[in-house]
C-alpha cells in the first residue's frame, strides 16, 4: 500500500520534496477491505468482524490518519488510535521542534498515547508525511485557516502556462494556479487533472484583518447572486500570516482584448456582444454601489488620502462623502481591473465572444492614492487617467466617482468598435498634456483652471472634440449616436451629483438594448453626423 500511495503523490509546484497524496487516490487505495487485511495481518487477536468494524470506521472517519500510518508501515496502529478517540479532525497532530524524543500531541495539548511506544524517527516521520494527505479541498464561499506546514493542492501548471507569471500591484500580487480535481468543488470536475481552468490566487500585502474583511465582505455577499459581470471569489484562505483570495484566472483584461482584437468587425455581432457588456458592467456596478459596508469605506487607507494639488500647493486631503463610507464602491475602474473570460461558467446563456466582469472591486480604495506605509505621497506623481475631477478639485468623493470612470472607459469601448484598438492610442495622445506643475503627461479627460473664485474643472476641450469626430465616423449608427450622447452627457460630467446613478444608466442600457435587438438598421445603419 505504501508503494500504491507513493506511485500517486504530486509534487508541490510551490515547495520542493513536498508531495500531495490527492483525495480520490486515497479513497481508490484505501478501502475497508484493505484496511482490514492489514489490521489482521498484524493483529492476530483481532477477529475478522471486530477488524471490519475498525476499518469501516476508518473508511468513515480517519482514512487521511490510516494512509499516513500506511506509508509509515504502521497501518496497523489505526485500531489503538480509533480506540484512543483519534480520527483525521484531529490531524495534524502536533511536535515540539528540535525535541526527537517529545511526544506527538493533540491541538487541546494531550500526548498522544499510542505513539509514545514508538521510536522517534516513527513520529517523525508521522509529523512529516502528515501534511501530504491532509492537503485542503477548497469549497466555494468557505474561508480556510491554514498551517504554514499544510501541502496545498496545486499542481504543475502546462508548458505553454509556465509563462502567465505573478502579477503585482500596490496592495497584492496574483498568480496562476491549477487545484488538483479532487481538492475543490468550484465546477466540475474534468477527468484529467492537468486540463481544468486556472485559479487566480491574489495575496494581500497586508497583515491586517480589516483589510481582507474590506475586500472579502463584499465579494462573498455579492458571490451567491452570481452576477455575470462581477469576479466570482471562489474561496479564501490565511496562511503564514498572509490573506489569500481565489478567482477564476481571466483570459485578458479589457485593455489586453482591445490589443489582441486590433481591427473588430462592425457587424451584428460584435456590436450587440459590445452593448451587452457594457450593459453588464453597469449592472454589475449598480450591484456593488447598493451593498450596504460592515466595514464603512473610509477608514485610514480609503478615506484620508493624501492628493498633491499642484506645484507650490502642496498636500490636499482626499474625503469622502458623509453617509458614503456605507456604501460599497470601486474606486479604481479602468480596463486594466475589467476582466474578459472566453467562456463563461456562470451564465445560462454564455456569449460565444465570452464576458467581461469587473473586478478588484470591495477595497473602496482611489486609485491607490492611500497613504500606502513606507510611501511619501509627495513622491507619487501619478496622475490617474480615468479619476474625475473631484479629486483635484478637493471636493469630498462618492460613488459617483466610479460613474466618471465608466463614462471614460465607454468612450474608448466606442473607439474600439469604430476605429480598433490603435486609435485607443490615438485618443490619449489627443488629450494628453505636459502637466504645467510636474512636466508629466496627463491623459486626464478633464482640465483644471484657475479662476478668481479658485479652481475650476471642465470636460478637456479634446475630449467632447473626440466625441464630435466620433459621431461623423463613416461607420456610426444611430446606436453609437445615443451611447455617445449617454457617455458625454450623463456620465462625464463635473458636478458629481449631476452624474447618472448606477440604477439609472441600467435602464437608458436596457432601453438601447431593447431597440438594438429588435432594429438592426438602428443598431449598424451609417448614419454619421456631419462634422
Known amino acids: 500500500l505504501k508503494e500504491q500511495l507513493e506511485e500517486t503523490r504530486l509534487e508541490s509546484p510551490k515547495r520542493a520534496h513536498s508531495f500531495i497524496v490527492p483525495k480520490d487516490a486515497q479513497e481508490r487505495l484505501i478501502t475497508e477491505s484493505t484496511i482490514a487485511d492489514d489490521i489482521q495481518a498484524h493483529n492476530g487477536n483481532i477477529g475478522e468482524k471486530e477488524a471490519a468494524d475498525f476499518a469501516k470506521k476508518a473508511c468513515q472517519h480517519a482514512r487521511c490518519l490510516y494512509a499516513t500510518l500506511a506509508y509509515i508501515k504502521r497501518g496497523a496502529d489505526i485500531c489503538a488510535l480509533l480506540n484512543e478517540g483519534i480520527t483525521d479532525k484531529d490531524l495534524p497532530l502536533l511536535r515540539k521542534p528540535n525535541d526527537r524524543n517529545a511526544p506527538l500531541y493533540l491541538r487541546c495539548g494531550n500526548h498522544v498515547q499510542t505513539m509514545t511506544t514508538w521510536k522517534p524517527k516513527y513520529r517523525e516521520n508521522f509529523d512529516r508525511f502528515q501534511w501530504w494527505m491532509t492537503s485542503p479541498v477548497f469549497e466555494e464561499g468557505e474561508h480556510y485557516y491554514l498551517d504554514e506546514k499544510a501541502v496545498l493542492p496545486f499542481i504543475h501548471l502546462v508548458d505553454n502556462e509556465k509563462s502567465l507569471g505573478t502579477k503585482q500591484g500596490g496592495y497584492s ?6 487545484i488538483h480535481p479532487a481538492h475543490h468543488n468550484f465546477w466540475e470536475s474534468t477527468a484529467q487533472q492537468g486540463n481544468g481552468p486556472l485559479v487566480a490566487v491574489k495575496q494581500l500585502f497586508s497583515s491586517d484583518e480589516t483589510e481582507f474583511r474590506k475586500e472579502s465582505t463584499i465579494l462573498k455577499a455579492l458571490g451567491p447572486k452570481n452576477h455575470p459581470h462581477l469576479i466570482k471569489l471562489l474561496a479564501t484562505y490565511e496562511m503564514g500570516k498572509k490573506y489569500h483570495l481565489m478567482f477564476p484566472y481571466a483570459d485578458a483584461n479589457l485593455r489586453t482584448y482591445w490589443e489582441d482584437h486590433p481591427s473588430p468587425s462592425f457587424d451584428g455581432d460584435t456590436v450587440l456582444w459590445s452593448l451587452k457588456q457594457m450593459s453588464g458592467i453597469a449592472k454589475g456596478l449598480q450591484l456593488i454601489h447598493d451593498f450596504r459596508v460592515t466595514v464603512p469605506l473610509s477608514v485610514p487607507g480609503a478615506g484620508n488620502i493624501n492628493i498633491r494639488l499642484g506645484k507650490g500647493k502642496g498636500l490636499g486631503q482626499l474625503k469622502v462623502e458623509k453617509g458614503e463610507q456605507w456604501f460599497g464602491r470601486h474606486g479604481d ?18 456569449h460565444h465572444m465570452g464576458v467581461l466582469q469587473i473586478a478588484d472591486f470591495g477595497l473602496g480604495r482611489f486609485h491607490g492614492r492611500d497613504s500606502r506605509s513606507g510611501v511619501n505621497p509627495e513622491t507619487v506623481l501619478s496622475s490617474p487617467t480615468y479619476e474625475p475631477p473631484e479629486c483635484k478639485m478637493k471636493l469630498p468623493v462618492s460613488r459617483a466617482y ?5 463614462g471614460c472607459i465607454y468612450l474608448e469601448f466606442i473607439t474600439w468598435l469604430l476605429r480598433g484598438s490603435a486609435a485607443i492610442d490615438g485618443f490619449a495622445d489627443f488629450r494628453g498634456r505636459d502637466a504645467t506643475d510636474t512636466g508629466i503627461n496627463d491623459d486626464n479627460f478633464f482640465t483644471i483652471t484657475t479662476e478668481e473664485g479658485g479652481p475650476k474643472a471642465t470636460v478637456r476641450e479634446q475630449v467632447s472634440a473626440w466625441s464630435e469626430q466620433l459621431h461623423s465616423d463613416k ?3 444611430q446606436l453609437i449616436h445615443d451611447l455617445l450622447d449617454l457617455t458625454m452627457s450623463e456620465l462625464l460630467v463635473i458636478e458629481s451629483e449631476k452624474r447618472s446613478k448606477a440604477n439609472w444608466l441600467c435602464i437608458r442600457f ?13 443598431c449598424l445603419k451609417p448614419v454619421p453626423r456631419k462634422p
Do not use: G, M
Request: include cysteine; charged fraction near 25%; charge should be negative.
Open 475 to 477: 461607420n456610426c449608427s
Open 333 to 350: 475602474i479602468k480596463p486594466e481591473n475589467v476582466l474578459w473570460f472566453a467562456k463563461d461558467h456562470y451564465s445560462p446563456s454564455p
Open 402 to 406: 466610479d460613474i466618471w470612470s465608466l
Open 510 to 522: 436596457q432601453e438601447l438594448l431593447k431597440q438594438a435587438e429588435t432594429n438592426s438598421e438602428y
Open 173 to 178: 500580487e496574483v498568480y496562476p494556479v491549477r
